[in-house]
């Protein structure tokens, strides 16, 4: 669940916020939805969350995580931007977006990392294209989150999805080729694999199975990785694997309404 916070001390301006968020979110989950038969718009609702602050103050004491934080800079003290710095030093890794009357004042936003600012009163073009960006990068961030959990007798190993080049198996062993040159190999089964990682990952061949992440073409059956490197592809699933390829770049991006 994607949770999204307001914080304006005028109840109007996030009363309204709150309302355009809302629209674009459901909009975005039914578009989901019409994918997945089993899924029903109705149950938009517990796919985010929304919650309003009348101040700076109020947003700190709650010691809440958010993943998303319209902060409004011209509010009594603590002004956005001094609330922003507090939240930062909390260690806060909310994507901070500040909305404004007037565009200079954001120029104090790189000090705290801003993502993007939004000004007032608020144009519909500008704000469905920044959370167009807002879901893009959440979603990015989720996908560099996901863990590959590896039981090597009694020790375990732990790798980031995002860090795997690919899979291949070899025997008995499955050996998982890294970013970092590195490789882990460990007792197991191709099946298994497939099973533990998630839809960036394709089985070209029978022995391999790739990160589309770090695909870079394909070419007389073999499928060019980042780094030069190259594995095989099977001539019954090349078509199979550019299909999955263009599938997985259009997941990733996001077009501008």
């Known amino acids: 669940m994607i949770s999204f916070a307001i914080c304006d001390d005028e109840p109007w301006m996030a009363e309204e916020l709150s309302r355009r968020l809302s629209q674009y979110m459901d909009e975005q989950i039914n578009k989901q939805a019409e994918k997945q038969v089993n899924e029903h718009p109705s149950q938009s609702s517990s796919f985010y969350s929304i919650r309003c602050f009348s101040d700076g103050r109020s947003l700190l004491k709650s010691g809440n995580t958010f993943d998303v934080i319209f902060l409004d800079i ?19 890794r909310s994507l901070l977006i500040f909305i404004t009357v007037l565009a200079e004042y954001v120029f104090d936003a790189f000090s705290v990392e801003a993502y993007d600012y939004l000004v007032k009163p608020l144009e519909n073009v500008r704000f469905r294209r920044t959370m167009n960006r807002v879901l893009h990068t959440l979603s990015q961030r989720t996908d560099q989150q996901k863990k590959l959990i590896i039981q090597k007798g009694n020790s375990c190993e732990i790798i980031s999805l ?14 998982i080729h890294q970013l970092d040159g590195s ?5 197991g089964k191709m099946e298994d694999l497939e099973r533990k990682v998630d839809g960036r990952f394709f089985k070209c061949h029978r022995s391999y199975l790739v990160n589309l992440a770090h695909v870079r073409g394909c070419h007389d059956g073999r499928v060019i990785l980042m780094q030069d490197k190259e594995i095989p592809v099977s001539r019954l699933r090349e078509r199979d694997l550019t299909q999955a390829l263009l599938h997985y770049m259009k997941s990733r991006t996001i077009n501008p309404p």
């Open 183 to 187: 490789i882990t190999d460990y007792y």
């Open 162 to 175: 995002s860090e795997i080049l690919y899979g291949e198996v070899m025997g008995r062993k499955i050996y």
């Open 74 to 92: 011209q509010m009594p003290p603590p002004d956005g931007m001094e609330t922003a710095r507090k939240l930062r030093r909390q260690g806060s």
